[in-house]
């Protein structure tokens, strides 16, 4: 079976530049979560969804992340403009109802310089 | 106050010791329990969940205490392949709102 898949794997880009990171959730889950992890705040929420709608987005950081779920096997963060600070790595997880078990994607590791 | 507090670590044992990791959480409604566990430069994976009655699966042993607001996870006879990050997870309501991770307890186990 596939797991969350996302995409990139690594991405180092300029401050300033567009990043976009792809996520596809675990065919037939529900939820899908966007975590970012760093060494000095651990795994933070930033967003999700159900049933593609944004159910929460209070832990997006600034109005230069958004993120999307066009359909149910697909969504997309996106930072514009990027800063160094943003330099983490990023999680998709998704899971489905009745299952607090969230499964996680092998995550975007993001440098910006 | 952070929702989830773990002690970072590292911890350093030899094989075979026993080790436990403690958590404490700040929402006192907090309705789902689990440990996690993470390699380095991998992702998040479920290890158990944790209920109020304790629970074991071979050698990791997790008790809950909802009065102290406190969780526990205990490895015995450790083995190299346990070196990991233990991430303590709160599910602060019923159903699928989202995991709230501590920042993960570091173990190293020495041969």
């Known amino acids: 079976d596939a797991g969350v898949i996302q995409s990139p794997r690594h991405e180092v880009t300029e401050m300033g530049q567009e990043v976009t990171l792809r996520c596809k959730p675990i065919?037939?889950?529900?939820?899908l979560f966007w975590y970012r992890q760093t060494m000095m705040r651990g795994l933070e929420l930033l967003i999700y969804?159900?049933?593609?709608?944004?159910?929460?987005d209070s832990g997006m950081p600034e109005d230069r992340f958004s993120a999307k779920m066009p359909n149910a096997s697909f969504s997309t963060l996106k930072i514009q403009p990027s800063e160094p600070r943003d330099s983490a790595v990023y999680f998709c997880?998704?899971?489905?109802?009745?299952?607090?078990?969230?499964?996680f994607g092998q995550g975007t590791r993001l440098t910006v310089v | 106050r952070k929702e989830v507090e773990q002690d970072p670590g590292p911890f350093n044992v030899p094989e075979g010791a026993t080790v436990a990791f403690n958590c404490t959480y700040s929402?006192?409604?907090?309705?789902?329990f689990f440990w996690y566990r993470q390699d380095c430069r991998k992702e998040p994976k479920l290890l158990m969940s944790?209920?109020?009655s304790g629970n074991e699966d071979g050698r990791f042993t997790a008790q809950l205490n909802r009065a102290s607001q406190y969780i526990s996870l205990l490895i015995r006879d450790s083995k190299l392949s346990d070196s990991a990050t233990y991430l303590c997870?709160?599910?602060?309501?019923?159903?699928?709102?989202?995991?709230?991770f501590g920042k993960g307890t570091r173990l190293s186990v020495i041969a």
């Open positions: 065919s037939g889950h529900d939820y």
């Open positions: 929402n006192s409604a907090s309705q789902s």
């Open positions: 997870v709160v599910n602060l309501f019923s159903g699928n709102t989202p995991l709230v």
């Open positions: 969804f159900n049933n593609n709608v944004p159910i929460d």
């Open positions: 944790v209920y109020s």
């Open positions: 997880a998704s899971s489905w109802t009745g299952r607090t078990e969230a499964f």
